[in-house]
């Protein structure tokens, strides 16, 4: 089993940065799928970004291509979303998501159905 716990998240004006942090426990992520989602009040959870381990290709919904980031430090065990230039559309409950096996496969990782453990969630509001 892995828990999933997501922080950082908070208000911020529009055009500010946050960066939220997934930290893993119970098993090592480093070869697990990570995913980040995130959902918006009467909005479906949506595909945010995604990669397969540490150094591997990385995916971006268009909406947040070359605004968002995500990274790993596997010493920490540990997935981050960098987010800049927010803006009021980002507001959302942003969750973390776990593939295990996820490096050996090449399921589409814009899928939730892929994920096995999912955190709790970490509201982002981003104000106008």
């Known amino acids: 089993q892995v828990q999933l716990v997501e922080s950082g998240g908070g208000l911020v004006q529009a055009g500010g940065s946050l960066r939220l942090s997934c930290a893993a426990s119970?098993?090592?992520?480093?070869?697990?799928?990570m995913g980040w989602f995130r959902q918006a009040p009467g909005k479906e959870r949506e595909f945010v970004a995604a990669?397969?381990?540490?150094?591997?290709?990385?995916y971006y919904a268009d909406s947040v291509k070359g605004r968002f980031t995500i990274s790993r430090e596997d010493a920490k065990n540990t997935v981050y979303l960098q987010m800049n230039s927010l803006k009021p559309e980002d507001t959302a409950v942003y969750y973390c998501?776990?593939?295990?096996?996820?490096?050996?496969?090449?399921?589409?990782?814009?899928?939730?159905?892929?994920?096995?453990?999912w955190g709790q969630g970490t509201q982002v509001t981003v104000s106008s």
């Open positions: 119970g098993r090592t992520i480093s070869r697990y799928a």
């Open positions: 998501a776990a593939d295990q096996g996820g490096a050996y496969t090449n399921y589409n990782l814009q899928n939730m159905a892929v994920y096995d453990y």
């Open positions: 990669n397969r381990y540490s150094g591997s290709s990385t």
